[in-house]
């Protein structure tokens, strides 16, 4: 299997394995965060914006197990309670229904693995929040602008949450903005196929 690339070996985002090919039972990435907080990516030539997964944000994924494994580098995870620091061949797995933060500890970028099950949107919404970061349509912290975000969930509804706000508030607010989004441009998704980062 050859996995789907942006343009290089070393891609931010790299689709291993897709639904399709999983026949819906997983997704998976390979994909780097920036370093942590107190750096940035231009000291490792980073050539791509920050995105929302850079952000340790809680949220919630209400269907899916997220299964992470650390290739280089460091993760910390947040979830019931606990906190967990991996390190290069260390594993997690955060239940669905959890809420939870995972970021990059380090000052230095890592590299690792993401899987999702079952696999849903996942992999349209992970390559959309990635691209709509590299357009500059993310805001401070990798959020997406209201609009953005309320058209995004009516798209992607089984995906992913903040936890700030009950879901059903979340998917209702979502209900009501997202056609004035759609009228105003704001797209559902984005691929990494169809889309060139450096344009």
Request: hydrophobic share 35%; aromatic share 8%.
């Amino acid at each position: 299997m050859v996995p789907q690339q942006l343009e290089d070996d070393d891609d931010p985002l790299v689709v291993l394995e897709t639904a399709r090919e999983t026949r819906g039972e997983s997704v998976r990435f390979e994909l780097t965060f920036h370093p942590g907080e107190g750096t940035t990516g231009d000291e490792f030539g980073l050539d791509h914006e920050p995105w929302p997964i850079d952000f340790p944000t809680e949220h919630v994924h209400p269907k899916q197990t997220e299964h992470w494994r650390v290739l280089s580098g460091g993760l910390a995870a947040v979830f019931e309670d606990s906190e967990e620091t991996l390190g290069p061949g260390d594993t997690v797995t955060l239940p669905a229904g959890v809420p939870h933060r995972v970021w990059n500890p380090l000052p230095e970028p890592n590299r690792v693995e993401l899987e999702f099950r079952p696999a849903l949107d996942a992999q349209e919404l992970t390559e959309t929040l990635y691209v709509l970061a590299q357009l500059g349509e993310t805001g401070k912290g990798g959020r997406l602008k209201i609009l953005q975000f309320a058209v995004t969930v009516a798209a992607y509804p089984d995906q992913l949450y903040p936890t700030g706000a009950p879901i059903t508030v979340q998917k209702g607010l979502a209900r009501l903005l997202a056609p004035v989004g759609r009228r105003l441009g704001y797209q559902e998704g984005y691929d990494l196929d169809s889309f060139d980062c450096e344009t």
